[in-house]
């Protein structure tokens, strides 16, 4: 059964940082793209930033380019998303996804169940 779970969400003041995890199971690691996407109240699920597992490669989100950096722990199946300067325009779900790469939704089929992320002013 595969399964992307997630975690490290919470309240955090601006200015404040927070690390999401994404541990990853049922699949194999290696062949797949991890992403992470947010989606903010009324708004649309949007790509934040993904690591290709194969080679390392990652992506960013003009939004966060400069304040997330995304690493993966190949020996633990898991993905870490390391939020610096947030502001509370960061304010969202966060889900994590495996699939084929890149910023947009349909190239992954697997998804978690989200982790709350808020910040205030």
């Known amino acids: 059964e595969v399964q992307l779970v997630e975690s490290g969400g919470g309240l955090v003041q601006a200015g404040g940082s927070l690390r999401l995890s994404c541990a990853a199971s049922?699949?194999?690691?290696?062949?797949?793209?991890i992403g992470w996407f947010r989606q903010g109240p009324g708004k649309e699920r949007v790509g934040v930033s993904c690591?290709?597992?194969?080679?390392?490669?990652?992506y960013y989100a003009d939004s966060v380019k400069g304040r997330f950096t995304i690493s993966s722990d190949n020996a633990k199946n898991t993905v870490y998303l390391q939020m610096n300067s947030l502001t509370p325009e960061d304010t969202a779900v966060y889900y994590c996804?495996?699939?084929?790469?890149?910023?947009?939704?349909?190239?992954?089929?697997?998804w978690g169940q989200g982790t709350q992320v808020t910040v205030s002013s």
């Open positions: 690591i290709i597992n194969s080679d390392g490669s990652t």
């Open positions: 996804a495996a699939g084929g790469g890149g910023l947009t939704t349909p190239v992954y089929e697997y």
């Open positions: 049922g699949f194999t690691f290696d062949d797949y793209a």
